[in-house]
């Protein structure tokens, strides 16, 4: 895979900043001239009143200000000389103007080493990202600094884009006990045999990320067992590295697998746990990823599950295609949110779309994005009779529990339209369906769709939920979803809506123009 694009792709995942960092001066010319503190002032008199209030109020001001701004403060008076050295630092390394180039970077390291060994208060949040094959030495000296100045968030990403060589961290980011939050990014974990597993190692870290780390299953076990507190668990663009991923930390809440591959999660006692969010690399995954749920008694939002290539185990019960019937201690009833990524051209992944479903009961939002067959998929065999959409019975959550339907990609041909039909006749509780056509389909084909659309609704005398068809206005990341902790749905559904059924007033369709 192109280095250019996991670099990219880690980026994008990374965290911002609590408040701006400024303008990026990285890599800029001694030459560069900053504008200066008196320019921006007018200098007509008048008295002083914010130089009088105390230091604790100054530093709450100076605390909401970008780090170049708070730096300049310090010409205003003696009063706020040096005054900003003593709030918590947010930093990152492309912030300071040196004369450094692309290629050589060093002088930019060197100024960065003198700036944090000058600083004089904590260091709240830092952002580091170099080539730290060239300045090994640096990291060794600033992970040493690191572990006596308090330190909150460390996100440390290795970058070299080609070639793409990935060195070893430093033993010594264990020593960095006050962590809340750490995100670590294209390195060689340290080799943890022989250390003790304590919880003093990380006993804040509330927020981990593991983006494209080279690491064993035991190096994870040893980073999860040394944090007690963590909350937040993610991984970007990690691909079998850890292979095996067993959760047991009572306090962990999220779990988010962004671009990664794993060959077994197991959600063993994870008794907090409240969401699971998947997103494999790559469109259809041929390796099958086992997922494991034990006692998850919280867990309520949980996708994408792939038909394809996820085996899924709950208890002692490996769901299989074809399950008429659900055992209740081989369902999850806390479920509320569940997204699954199916190819209706193949059967066995339609009858394992069904047995999901009834693993979950009480579902009551359901996303499906439609996946296209492989050029490997030899048992696509067409569309599934009538006879067997009509004999469907025994999944709770379409019949009792579904309020909302996303159908994501959708043609309305073969087994999705046979599906929508199952829909529109047994999901009584239904208030909502959304259905969001591909992003390059001509008009014609949403002709198609409308039409049928419309067939059904007027057949389905009892509906009375909402319809809207959606056309995307391109493709979209959607990790700032799958990482937003407030968003009850996690699962987007963005785009232009082009008909809209309004089920409480009637059956007629309304064209929402541009």
Not at 182 to 200: I, N
Request: include cysteine; glycine fraction near 6%; charged fraction near 20%.
């Amino acid at each position: 895979m192109d280095s250019r694009y996991i670099f990219e792709t880690v980026e994008c995942c990374l965290p911002e900043p609590p408040i701006p960092a400024g303008p990026c001066y990285r890599y800029r010319s001694r030459g560069y001239n900053h504008r200066t503190l008196s320019s921006t002032f007018p200098s007509d008199g008048g008295e002083d009143h914010i130089s009088a209030l105390p230091d604790d109020l100054r530093l709450n001001i100076l605390s909401r200000l970008p780090l170049a701004d708070a730096g300049r403060t310090s010409v205003v008076s003696k009063c706020w000389r040096g005054l900003w050295k003593r709030n918590p630092l947010i930093f990152r390394g492309d912030q300071l103007t040196t004369d450094a180039s692309y290629w050589d970077d060093a002088p930019l390291v060197e100024e960065i080493s003198k700036f944090l060994e000058s600083y004089e208060g904590a260091f709240g949040w830092l952002h580091l990202c170099f080539d730290y094959v060239k300045h090994e030495g640096a990291l060794t000296n600033w992970l040493r600094l690191f572990a006596t100045k308090d330190l909150k968030t460390l996100i440390l990403v290795h970058e070299r884009q080609y070639p793409l060589v990935i060195p070893r961290l430093p033993v010594s980011v264990l020593s960095c006990s006050t962590l809340r939050r750490l995100y670590l990014g294209l390195w060689k974990f340290p080799d943890t045999t022989g250390l003790a597993r304590s919880p003093g190692v990380f006993p804040f870290l509330e927020e981990l990320g593991i983006c494209h780390i080279i690491m064993q299953d035991h190096d994870f076990e040893y980073l999860i067992a040394c944090s007690p507190q963590l909350k937040t668990l993610n991984f970007i663009q990690s691909y079998k590295s850890p292979s095996r991923v067993h959760i047991s930390s009572p306090a962990l809440s999220r779990i988010v697998l962004w671009l990664s591959t794993v060959e077994e999660l197991a959600l063993v006692t994870p008794t907090r746990l409240q969401r699971l969010i998947l997103e494999p690399c790559g469109k259809r995954p041929t390796n099958n990823t086992s997922v494991v749920i034990g006692n998850a008694p919280q867990l309520e939002v949980i996708g994408y599950l792939q038909t394809a290539s996820h085996v899924l185990t709950i208890g002692d019960t490996i769901v299989t295609a074809g399950l008429k019937y659900m055992r209740p201690e081989a369902t999850v009833p806390s479920v509320k949110v569940l997204a699954l990524k199916v190819c209706f051209g193949v059967d066995k992944e339609v009858k394992m779309l069904l047995s999901f479903l009834r693993c979950f009961p009480c579902v009551e939002t359901l996303h499906i994005r439609m996946m296209p067959p492989s050029s490997e998929d030899n048992e696509a065999n067409g569309e599934l009779s009538n006879v067997f959409w009509q004999t469907v019975a025994g999944v709770e959550c379409i019949e009792s529990h579904l309020t909302k339907v996303v159908l994501d990609q959708t043609t309305m041909v073969g087994n999705e339209f046979g599906f929508i039909k199952m829909l529109f006749e047994k999901a009584e509780m239904l208030q909502e369906m959304v259905l969001v056509l591909p992003w390059k389909f001509r008009w014609c084909k949403q002709q198609e769709v409308i039409d049928k659309v419309a067939e059904q609704r007027a057949n389905a005398m009892f509906a009375k939920f909402e319809l809207r068809l959606l056309v995307p206005l391109g493709p979209e990341s959607s990790w700032s979803y799958a990482s937003a902790v407030s968003a009850s749905d996690p699962f987007p559904s963005v785009g232009r809506t082009i008909l809209w059924s309004p089920g409480a007033l009637g059956r007629n369709l309304r064209w929402i123009r541009d």
